[in-house]
């Protein structure tokens, strides 16, 4: 090769220094900082635990016992896994020497296998019927009779709105809020006018659903006085996102006195007056 021509192929071959502001520069190293992206991310999850409709967040005794056993459930589900997860890696990093073992086209089972499997067989067993146990335990709190209610409310399912009517002596209905005492149990009649719906308090309660031709009751109490969420939680048409229902819990003085309102008769405005005083003289004049 002649000495240009190897110098014009190493020319060729540089990158002249006017082309290096050109092109893209490599990106800095992120130096990552995880106590801050830790407590991003907790506060993001945390968020979601609480306000006017989070079941982790209850007021009720039969939420309370919903809560203990979503917790319960997560702890030991989140400890088995964990387990696995160590038995797995555990099994792919260990190098198994099988040098001057001749291969078998079905080997013995050892002891220890033997032993590891009765154990993990024995350990499934027992966290499946604890945890059995206290599933059936919390649906007892959660749907036990209990005390006397001491309000009766029929709640009534449409597309997409809910009748709320009180029962008893001088009842009344509402629609789309049930008000309730503090500390007193309520007994709630659930029925459906057209389609399935799932009457759902997260704070309160569980989730129970209306079906047609069939009623279900439930029963809630609130612990102390505020505004609780509820929604239908089975998709009952296009504004099933938009059917939901409040439940506001008062003191009981302060609940008697609303219900003594509600089931009065209703007084005449001033707009009514003057609407008939002129209605009236319209008739005289046209006499």
């Not at 031709?213 to 969420?229: D, F, H, M, T």
Request: proline share 6%; net charge neutral; glycine share 8%.
């Amino acid at each position: 090769m002649a000495p240009d021509e190897h110098n014009n192929n190493e020319r060729d071959r540089r990158v002249p220094d006017a082309v290096f502001p050109l092109l893209p520069s490599r990106p800095e190293k992120r130096v990552w900082a995880p106590s801050a992206d830790l407590l991003l991310t907790g506060s993001s999850l945390l968020s979601g635990c609480a306000g006017v409709q989070s079941a982790l967040d209850p007021h009720s005794e039969q939420a309370d016992t919903l809560a203990a056993l979503f917790w319960t459930f997560t702890a030991v589900l989140g400890l088995v896994w964990l387990v696995t997860m160590a038995g797995l890696l555990l099994a792919l990093t260990r190098r198994r020497d099988g040098r001057g073992e001749s291969a078998e086209a079905r080997p013995a089972v050892k002891r220890p296998m033997l032993i590891a499997f009765a154990a993990m067989l024995a350990s499934s067993a027992i966290v499946l019927s604890g945890l059995a146990v206290l599933s059936f335990g919390g649906q007892r709190t959660i749907f036990g009779s209990g005390a006397g209610a001491a309000l009766t409310i029929s709640v009534i399912g449409h597309q997409w709105w809910w009748q709320v009517r009180y029962e008893g002596e001088n009842g009344f209905e509402t629609a789309n809020e049930i008000r309730i005492p503090v500390g007193s149990p309520v007994e709630i009649k659930l029925t459906t006018a057209d389609v399935i719906h799932s009457f759902w308090i997260p704070s309160l309660a569980g989730k129970l659903d209306l079906i047609p031709g069939k009623r279900n009751e439930l029963r809630i109490e609130a612990s102390k006085p505020g505004v609780y969420r509820g929604q239908c939680a089975e998709f009952c048409g296009q504004q099933h996102a938009h059917m939901a229902i409040f439940v506001v819990a008062l003191e009981p003085h302060e609940f008697e006195r609303w219900r003594a309102d509600q089931a009065a008769p209703a007084k005449p405005t001033a707009y009514l007056r003057k609407q008939r005083v002129f209605t009236s003289a319209l008739l005289e004049s046209s006499q």
